[in-house]
C-alpha cells in the first residue's frame, strides 16, 4: 500500500483498516462531486502513532477543480484529474490536514494554496500562492461553495458546503470510523473511547477537550450546517452520511449543548 511521510505524520509499514474501494481513484457521487479514498496515514497523539484513512473531496466549478485535503499524489490519480478539469484550488481546511499540500502544490504550480489559518506560519516562504482561508469563502468560488470557519482556540477548521450536490464538507469536527473495518482492537477501542466509532461518531476527544470552553462557536456553526440543509455529509474519516442529516448533526455535535 503507497504511504506518504510528511510533515508530522509517519509513513506506516501495515494497513491498520480494511480500506475503502477503490483506492486512489475518483468516485463520482452527483455532478461535479468526487471523492477520493487514499491510504492511510500516521497521526501523532498523546505519543503515540495512531494510523489513519485519508479521503478528498474533489468539486468542480465549470472547468476549474477544487480540491480538499489531498491525498497521496500519484501518476494514474493525476492522469484521472486531466479528464475532469484542471485542478485551480488546494484546500488545507483544518489544524491537521496539510500533509500533502506541499506535493500538490509543486505539481499544480498555477493552482492557488487555500490553507486554515493558523497553517500560515508552517508552510511561510514555501508555498508562493498560499492563502488563508477565512470566514468568507473566496471569490473565485463563492457562487458555488460556501463556507463557516470554526476557530475552537488551539483548533481551526473551515466547513464547506457545495450547493448543487447540497453536500456538506466536514474533516475532523466529525469522524465515522467503522468499528469492523479496524483491524487491530486496541486501535479499535482507543477510536471508540475517543468518540470517534459510528453510529455514534462525533468529534475525537483531542479536539473536544481543548474546545471545550469554546463550546458556543461550535454550536453557532451547528446552527449554520443546518441552516444549508444538506442532503449529505462528505468525510475525511470513515463513513459518510446520506440519511436524516439533520438528525446526524444535532446528535454528532450534541456534546457542545
Known amino acids: 500500500m503507497e504511504v506518504c511521510e510528511e510533515a508530522g505524520h509517519r509513513a506506516l509499514k501495515r494497513p491498520a483498516y480494511r480500506p475503502y474501494l477503490p ?71 483544518n489544524s491537521f490536514h496539510y500533509t500533502h499540500v506541499a506535493d500538490w502544490a509543486a505539481h499544480y504550480p498555477e493552482a492557488e494554496c487555500h490553507l486554515s489559518r493558523d497553517l500560515a506560519a ?16 473566496a471569490p473565485a468560488w463563492n457562487t458555488d461553495i ?7 482556540g488551539t483548533f481551526t477548521e473551515t466547513v464547506f458546503f457545495h450547493r448543487s450536490s447540497a453536500a456538506l464538507i466536514v474533516t475532523d469536527l466529525l469522524q465515522n470510523f467503522e468499528a469492523d473495518r479496524i483491524h487491530n482492537l486496541a486501535l ?16 475525537s476527544i483531542d479536539i ?29 474519516h470513515g463513513k459518510c452520511y446520506d440519511s436524516d442529516i439533520q438528525g446526524e448533526l444535532h446528535r454528532a455535535f450534541r456534546w457542545a449543548s
Open 23 to 93: 483506492q486512489c481513484e475518483a468516485q463520482q457521487l452527483d455532478d461535479d462531486l468526487w471523492i477520493v479514498d487514499g491510504p492511510e496515514v500516521g497521526y501523532r497523539f498523546a505519543g503515540l502513532t495512531l494510523p489513519c484513512p485519508t479521503r478528498m473531496t474533489i468539486v468542480r466549478i465549470g472547468e476549474a477543480l477544487w480540491l480538499h485535503s489531498p491525498i497521496c499524489l500519484s501518476p494514474a490519480l493525476v492522469a484521472r484529474l486531466a479528464d475532469l478539469g484542471e485542478v485551480a484550488w488546494i484546500v488545507a481546511p
Open 122 to 137: 508552517r508552510f511561510a516562504g514555501t508555498l508562493p500562492s498560499a492563502r488563508r482561508l477565512d470566514a468568507a469563502a
Open 146 to 152: 460556501d463556507q463557516y470557519q470554526v476557530d475552537l
Open 188 to 203: 479499535r477501542f482507543i477510536l471508540w473511547a475517543g468518540g470517534s466509532i459510528g453510529p455514534d461518531g462525533k468529534t
Open 208 to 236: 473536544r477537550l481543548p474546545a471545550w470552553r469554546h463550546r458556543a462557536r461550535l454550536r453557532e456553526a451547528l446552527k449554520q450546517m443546518l441552516q444549508w440543509k444538506p442532503r449529505r455529509i462528505m468525510l475525511a
